[in-house]
């Protein structure tokens, strides 16, 4: 029923055809929602198979309400040296900027607040800490010198910005994230966070490639991703994991059959899987390559362009039957 939805016609569908394990996204239009934290919203999504059989008896819902500032554009870093971090983003609307950097060798980032791909919470936790940065009570949680951070700072709606951080005099092999968050200029703590975790292994430039150093990191899950906008399409010819810098010793990868979570299709001559692949856009045509050798030379491709940081294909290390999502194994690579 749809009765009960907000906005004009282009704010909800109706009995629209869809496919099995294909992504598909909607784009809603004239909804006329409140800009932060006063209203929040639900979108509900029911889907029904081909006989009128309702396949979800309850529908899915989200529950979200409307950043009063968020990236258009990036974030990316785009430059990292020892001393200075450059990040380019864009921000929908006339606000003000907080970010910085925090050291996650000794617990002050997770003090701070977690790893956040993309958020906003009115009132979070997090984000009153990170508009709290350059004051006497987190002064001591942020890494670098006073020039390795830039609180309050106006930024200009639709405008790229390049934020320059310097004196920050970060240690080979050490863990950082690094906060990034915009709001209006309302104050209302209803703007959008951005987190990144890296681990700082040299110079980094945007057409450079990454110096040899150590120590090598560890992760469960692992992608590439490219750094700036493509306008075609996005291809990965072959994808190869190792444990050293160096490329020398190899990591087994033995992807988990796609589609397949029984590992029904598996004979007795392949090996076990030991994860599983994943890609966006999906899905994968096949879950091996561009990873194993002799499987599609072609490789994989995005088969659109790609807005900074959004396609990626990659791996997911662990028990392969309980999908990419809840794979939990820490891989050296």
């Given at each position: 029923?749809?009765?009960?939805?907000?906005?004009?016609?282009?704010?909800?569908?109706?009995?629209?055809?869809?496919?099995?394990?294909?992504?598909?996204?909607?784009?809603?239009?004239?909804?006329?929602?409140?800009?932060?934290?006063?209203?929040?919203?639900?979108?509900?999504?029911?889907?029904?198979?081909?006989?009128?059989?309702?396949?979800?008896?309850?529908?899915?819902?989200?529950?979200?309400?409307?950043?009063?500032?968020?990236?258009?554009?990036?974030p990316s870093i785009v430059e990292r040296s020892e001393r200075k971090i450059m990040v380019l983003?864009?921000?929908?609307?006339?606000?003000?900027?907080?970010?910085?950097?925090?050291?996650?060798?000794?617990?002050?980032?997770?003090?701070?607040?977690?790893?956040?791909?993309?958020?906003?919470?009115?009132?979070?936790?997090?984000?009153?800490?990170?508009?709290?940065?350059?004051?006497?009570?987190?002064?001591?949680?942020?890494?670098?010198?006073?020039?390795?951070?830039?609180?309050?700072?106006?930024?200009?709606?639709?405008?790229?910005?390049?934020?320059?951080?310097?004196?920050?005099?970060?240690?080979?092999?050490?863990?950082?994230?690094?906060?990034?968050?915009?709001?209006?200029?309302?104050?209302?703590?209803?703007?959008?966070?951005?987190?990144?975790?890296?681990?700082?292994?040299?110079?980094?430039?945007?057409?450079?490639?990454?110096?040899?150093?150590?120590?090598?990191?560890?992760?469960?899950?692992?992608?590439?991703?490219?750094?700036?906008?493509?306008?075609?399409?996005?291809?990965?010819?072959?994808?190869?994991?190792?444990?050293?810098?160096?490329?020398?010793?190899?990591?087994?990868?033995?992807?988990?059959?796609?589609?397949?979570?029984?590992?029904?299709?598996?004979?007795?001559?392949?090996?076990?899987?030991?994860?599983?692949?994943?890609?966006?856009?999906?899905?994968?045509?096949?879950?091996?390559?561009?990873?194993?050798?002799?499987?599609?030379?072609?490789?994989?491709?995005?088969g659109r362009p790609c807005e900074p940081g959004e396609c990626h294909f990659g791996f997911s290390?662990?028990?392969?039957?309980?999908?990419?999502?809840?794979?939990?194994?820490?891989?050296?690579?």
């Amino acid at each position: 029923q749809l009765l009960t939805a907000i906005g004009g016609p282009g704010c909800s569908y109706d009995e629209l055809d869809v496919v099995s394990c294909y992504i598909k996204k909607y784009v809603f239009t004239g909804c006329n929602l409140v800009v932060g934290g006063a209203v929040n919203y639900r979108v509900y999504a029911m889907v029904v198979g081909d006989d009128d059989n309702v396949v979800d008896i309850y529908p899915a819902y989200i529950d979200f309400f409307v950043a009063s500032n968020y990236f258009l554009y990036g974030p990316s870093i785009v430059e990292r040296s020892e001393r200075k971090i450059m990040v380019l983003f864009q921000p929908s609307h006339d606000g003000v900027l907080w970010i910085f950097l925090a050291s996650k060798e000794d617990g002050k980032a997770d003090f701070i607040g977690p790893r956040a791909e993309e958020y906003f919470m009115r009132d979070e936790p997090t984000i009153l800490k990170v508009k709290m940065a350059g004051g006497p009570f987190m002064e001591d949680y942020l890494y670098g010198e006073d020039s390795c951070r830039l609180t309050n700072y106006p930024v200009t709606a639709n405008y790229q910005f390049r934020a320059e951080l310097t004196k920050c005099n970060m240690v080979l092999g050490d863990n950082y994230r690094l906060f990034m968050y915009i709001e209006n200029t309302a104050g209302n703590n209803d703007g959008t966070l951005k987190t990144f975790d890296f681990t700082y292994v040299g110079i980094i430039t945007l057409d450079g490639g990454i110096p040899f150093s150590m120590p090598v990191p560890s992760s469960e899950m692992w992608r590439v991703s490219p750094i700036v906008g493509v306008d075609k399409e996005w291809k990965v010819l072959k994808f190869r994991f190792f444990s050293d810098i160096a490329c020398t010793k190899a990591v087994a990868i033995y992807p988990a059959p796609y589609s397949d979570p029984f590992e029904s299709s598996l004979t007795d001559d392949d090996p076990s899987p030991n994860g599983a692949a994943f890609s966006l856009p999906g899905p994968l045509p096949r879950a091996a390559y561009p990873l194993v050798d002799g499987e599609a030379i072609d490789g994989w491709t995005s088969g659109r362009p790609c807005e900074p940081g959004e396609c990626h294909f990659g791996f997911s290390f662990g028990n392969a039957a309980a999908g990419a999502d809840r794979i939990r194994e820490y891989v050296q690579v």
